[in-house]
């Protein structure tokens, strides 16, 4: 029987403001459509090593001040993750706080609230004031400023991510797949219709 994909998710409780953990049911999704079995996990900062991918969400002000307290090696742990090519997806507030650690930071300007569109046609809810690329990409790690779960309105990102990590080949999809990817097509849409 081959092995599970783990996904796993840092503090799921404390980083979902948006609904961000999201993202890890999508790649379930993705992986699921093309035969691969997979296992989203909750999984410890000391443990981070024992999972295929590892998922940090975006989170309030008090969140983070009670992560900061009880895991105060956590940016320094997930920089060496990130450095040793390891696949981490961050979103927003956990993403400026990893690649800031990482030795990258960026200027802020006036705060912007609004749907966005990024590079290769990627699009989600931007709510910061940060400058910071919306998505971006850094050895085996994805970083983006968009809020909520992007890979659903973002199936194609949700491939590309799996294909590269070799979790699959690129294969057609089946008519589920179609019909979820039809789905995608039109929040998309419906997002810039205000």
């Not at 998710?9 to 790649?27: M, R, T, W």
């Not at 990482?102 to 400058?131: C, M, R």
């Amino acid at each position: 029987m081959p092995r599970k994909i783990r996904l796993g998710s840092l503090f799921p409780e404390d980083l979902n403001l948006n609904g961000d953990q999201a993202n890890l049911l999508v790649l379930k999704k993705r992986l699921e459509l093309r035969g691969v079995s997979s296992l989203v996990v909750d999984i410890p900062l000391k443990k981070i090593d024992d999972v295929d991918f590892l998922f940090l969400g975006h989170g309030s002000i008090a969140a983070w001040e009670f992560i900061s307290r009880s895991e105060p090696r956590l940016f320094a742990q997930l920089s060496s993750f990130v450095e040793s090519r390891k696949p981490l997806f961050a979103v927003s507030s956990g993403a400026l706080k990893v690649l800031s650690e990482l030795g990258k930071n960026y200027e802020e300007g006036d705060h912007v609230s609004e749907f966005a569109t990024a590079q290769d046609d990627i699009v989600g809810y931007l709510n910061s004031p940060s400058k910071a690329p919306l998505i971006q990409k850094l050895y085996s790690s994805w970083f983006t400023m968009l809020h909520g779960p992007i890979l659903a309105k973002n199936p194609d990102l949700a491939d590309k991510i799996c294909f590269e990590l070799g979790w699959f080949k690129k294969v057609p999809l089946s008519p589920e797949a179609s019909r979820l990817d039809e789905l995608s097509s039109i929040s998309r849409k419906t997002a810039f219709e205000h």
